[in-house]
């Protein structure tokens, strides 16, 4: 069961929400946080999930990013719209009593209470957690401290209890086995191997990045020993893979590249997240990338097998 609510604007900061996500859940255990996105099943009415959420959580995260603010069109703000999503996941929030911690990321600063609606005004007197690309893992680590204290069935060290215990059973059952294996060797039973997916060599993709340009990017993976590598360009740059996951359909890694702002901007990092389920018609992705002084919406692609240069 979710014990954590996480509140974004997907067009303001989806790909910080993600890595948070798969961070907490890392801490938590999985399914811990509700994400809109993920948690809410096709067809399901979107209001009534909220609420049900926000009264089985222990704890309400809001994430602001450089555009929440003001997000919305022909002059008008979403958040002065009653049925705008965030803002009444805000509102329920503040009028259920559950603990609410404002996340500020990409840059973003605290709205001051006159900019908001009066209905969830109180938001800006919640003392905010800055998330920054610069120190993400300190920044996280602080951010779990703090909600380890709000969720004491939930925690870390009731997530590692459980850890400890399975652990524990784990090597009380592997000496069973062994006795087991040395007590009786049965005859040799030709079992065929498990398939798995094989995506070493070259893939090849053509991606149109939300601001309207579209590139010929290139995948390439090798095995060493166990472990996945390789690289992937990105635009006109060519990027080392990192964290890379391969498990059943599921293909998981990261790669990071630098943004500038002007001459007189420092350099900044972003983080691009790729996620892509294995088809037999290729490789379909969503990139998810973060930091850096813009903000970007997921975008889909499929990638295929190419031929070596």
């Known amino acids: 069961m979710a014990r954590i609510f996480l509140s974004y604007r997907r067009d303001d900061s989806a790909g910080f929400a993600g890595r948070l996500a798969d961070a907490m859940e890392a801490e938590f255990g999985t399914g811990s946080v509700f994400r809109d996105v993920d948690d809410i099943r096709p067809g399901e009415d979107f209001i009534h999930a909220i609420e049900s959420h926000l009264q089985q959580v222990g704890v309400v995260l809001v994430m602001i990013g450089p555009r929440w603010l003001d997000a919305g069109a022909d002059g008008r703000r979403r958040l002065d719209d009653t049925g705008d999503f965030v803002r009444q996941e805000i509102q329920a929030a ?77 090597v009380v059952g592997l000496a069973a086995l ?78 990071r590249s630098q943004e500038m702002l002007g001459s007189d901007m420092p350099w900044k990092e972003v983080t691009h997240r790729y996620t892509g389920e294995i088809t037999p018609a290729g490789i379909r992705f969503t990139l998810e990338s973060g930091g850096g002084y813009s903000i970007h919406p997921p975008i889909t692609f499929i990638a295929r097998r190419a031929p070596a240069p």
Not at 211 to 227: C, I, L, N, P, S
């Open 94 to 170: 503040l009028e259920s009593g559950k603990p609410l911690i404002p996340l500020l990321v990409g840059g973003a600063s605290m709205p001051a209470e006159a900019d908001l609606p009066a209905a969830i005004a109180g938001l800006s007197r919640r003392q905010a957690v800055v998330l920054s690309d610069s120190n993400w893992r300190g920044d996280v680590e602080r951010l779990v401290a703090s909600l380890s204290k709000l969720l004491p069935d939930e925690g870390v060290a009731d997530h590692k209890r459980r850890w400890m215990l399975g652990l524990a059973g784990a």
């Open 178 to 255: 062994v006795w087991a294996i040395q007590a009786w060797r049965p005859p040799p039973i030709d079992v065929p191997p498990v398939p798995v997916h094989d995506i070493a060599g070259r893939w090849a993709a053509q991606v149109k990045y939300d601001w309207g340009d579209q590139h010929d990017e290139v995948f390439e993976f090798e095995y060493r020993g166990d472990a996945l590598h390789g690289t992937a360009t990105y635009q006109t740059g060519r990027l080392t893979i990192e964290q890379a996951e391969l498990k059943g359909d599921w293909l998981r890694f990261v790669t």
